[in-house]
C-alpha cells in the first residue's frame, strides 16, 4: 500500500490521472478488483456445495446463498459510498459516519420507538411503515445533530472527531440501558432487528434497501463533479460558484440514508468504511469521486466476502467475519494516524 | 478544613443511603435483614466506595504523567487490555482462582498501558485531543481481538458480562480483593508529590532531581493494578477516571496532594449516585451501573469538550 494520502503537485491537475502509466495503474487495479469480486461471488455461491452442479438441489442451496452475498454487496456499498462522501464533505480523511456515531444514532433510534411506545404501540404498524419511520427519524437527526457538529461552531476537528466518537459511546450505552429496562417480550422483538451478522442479517426488507441504496448511490455517483469541486474546501469551492453549504447538507442527507439501509440491514460497523475509503485513495491515488467510489465499494466487497467466505469455510467461525475486517480495518486507522502523526 | 468535613458528611449519608435500598428491609425486626446487611449490603456498598475512590483516583495520575487531561484507563485501553487478560486466563488456566485471573489481567493492563505510553512517546502526538482518540481506537482494536478469541471458544457471555461493569453479584467472599486498591491508594497518597512533580513534564521533572522514567513506570503499574483488580471483580466503569480528576481539577486547580481527598470522595459520590440510580430505576430488576455511568459520563465529557472549547476560542 503506498500510504502517501499527501496533497502530491501531480494530483492537482484537473485530468483525474497525472499520465498514462497512472491510467494504466488505475484501471489494472480496476479489472483485478473485479476478477477478484466474481471470484468470490462464485466461491460464496458454490464452495462446497454437495450436489451435482446445476442439479435442482444444487441451485436450491445456491439460491439460498444469494442472499448473504446481496447483503455482503449492499453493506460494502453502503459504507464505501457513505464513507467516500462524508469524507470529502467534511473535508478530513479520517472521519467516518460509523465513528461519528451515525449507527449508535439508528441503534438508539429504533429502541427508543420501542421503549416509549411498546411493543403493542409499535406492532400496530405494519413492519414495513415501522422500518420506513424509524429509517426517516434517523436522517432526520442524524442531519440535524451532525450539521450542527460539522457547521464551524466548533469547527475544530478534533474536538468534533472526539465528541463524535464519545457520543456513539453514550447513544450505545443509552440504547443498552433502555433495552435493559424494556420487559423481555419487548426486548426480543427489538433484538431481532438489532443484532446481525451475515447470516442473520435482517433481509425482509431487502427489496426495499437495495433500490434505495441504488438510487441513493447513483445520486452520489451522479454529484461526483460536485463532490470533487466540495473536495477543495469551502473557500474554494464557494469561489468557483458552489453553494457548499447546501451541498454539504444534501450529501450529508445522502450519506445518513446509507448509513441508516446498513445499520438495519447489517448493525454497526466501525472501521469497514474507513478501512476501504483510506485503500482506495492510496490505490486509486486520485480525487476524481467517479473513480474512487466504485474502487472503494470492490475493495469493500472483496474484503468482506474474502473474510466471510474464509471464516465460513476455512475456520467455520462464520460470526467472526465482521470482526476480522474490523479488526484491520481498525489497526489501519492507527497506523494512518500514527504515521502521519496528527490528523 | 470546613468543605471537607461537609463532604465527608454527604459520604456518609450516600453511603448509608446506598445500604438501605434494596429489594429486602433490612430495618425489620423479624426476619433475617441483618443477615442481607452482611452478606450482600455491606460488601456491595464497601466495593462501591473502593471501585468508585480508586477509578477515580487511577485516572487523575494518568493524566498527570500523560500531562492530558483526557486521558484514564477506558480511554487508552488499560481497560481493555486487562479484560483480554482474563479471557486468556480463561482459556489457557480455566481452573485458576480469582487471584490468579487478576494476576494476569494486571500484567496484561501494565503491558498494554506501557505500549500505549511508548506509542505516544514515539509519534509525540502534539495535539491533546489525538491522544483520546488513538487510545479509544487502540482499545477498540484489543477488544476485537477478545471478542474474537471469545467466539473461537464460545466465551461470548464471560466477555459480555465481564465488559458490563456491576455491582450486582458482589457478596461475602467475592469482593475481597478489592481492598488490594485501598493498598494501592495509599502508596498513590504517599508518592503523591513525585506524581505531581512527575506531572510538569520531563525535563523539569529531571530538572529537579527526579527519576522521572521510574516514576513513570511505578505510576503505570499502581494504575494497572487498580484497574485490574477493579475490572475482575466489578468489570469497566467508563469515563469515570476521566470525569472526577476533570471536576475536581475545574474547582480546586491542580495540587495532586490536596486534590487526592476530593478526587476520591468525588469518585464516591458518583458511583453511589449511579448505583442508586440503577437500582431503584427498575426495581426489584437492576441496570448496571456501567450503562448508567456510559450515559452520565459522555453527556458531561461532552459538556467539558465543548465548555475547553469556547474558552480557548473567546
Known sequence: MSADLGIRPSARTTRSFADPAHRRRYRFALAALIVGAVVITALLLCWDNPYVPFSERWLRISRMRVSGVL?????????????VAFQTATNNRIITPSIMGFESLYVLIQTAIVFFFGVAGVSGFD???RFLLQSALMVVFAVLLYSWLLSGRFGNLHVMLLIGIILGTGMGALSTFLQQMLDPNEFDVLAARLFGSITNANTDFLWFVVPVCAAVGGTIWMLSKRLDLIGLGRDISTNLGLNHKRQVMLVLTLVAVLSAMSASLFGPMTFLGFLVATLAYAIADTYDHRLLLPMAWLLGYVALGLAYFLLK??????????????????LVFLVVILRKGRL | MWPLLLALVLTAGLIGLSLFTGVADITAPDGDGGEFLWITRIPRTASLVLAGASMAMAGLVMQLMTQNRFVEPTTVGTTEWAGLGLLVTYILLPESGIVGKMAVAIVFAFAGTLVFFVFLRRVTLKSSLIVPIVGIMF???VSAISTFLALRFNLLQVIGGWFLGRFTGIEVGRYEPLWIVLGVSIMVWIA??????AGLGRDIATNVGLHYERVVLLG??????TTGVVTVVVGALPFLGLIVPNLVAMVRGDDLRSNLPWVFLTGIWIVTLCDLIGRTIIMPF???????LGVVGSAVFIAMLLRTRRIRVS
Do not use: K, N, W
Open chain 2, 139 to 141: 482499545g477498540a482494536v
Open chain 1, 127 to 129: 413492519p414495513f411503515t
Open chain 2, 192 to 197: 503523591a508529590d513525585r506524581f505531581t512533580v
Open chain 2, 220 to 225: 503505570v503499574g499502581l494504575v494497572a493494578m
Open chain 1, 313 to 330: 469455510h476455512v475456520f467455520t467461525l462464520v460470526s467472526a467475519a465482521t470482526i476480522i475486517v474490523e479488526l484491520i480495518g481498525g
Open chain 2, 286 to 292: 437492576e441496570v448496571p451501573i456501567s450503562l448508567v
Open chain 1, 71 to 83: 447483503v455482503v454487496a449492499v453493506v460494502t456499498f453502503c459504507q464505501a459510498f457513505a464513507t
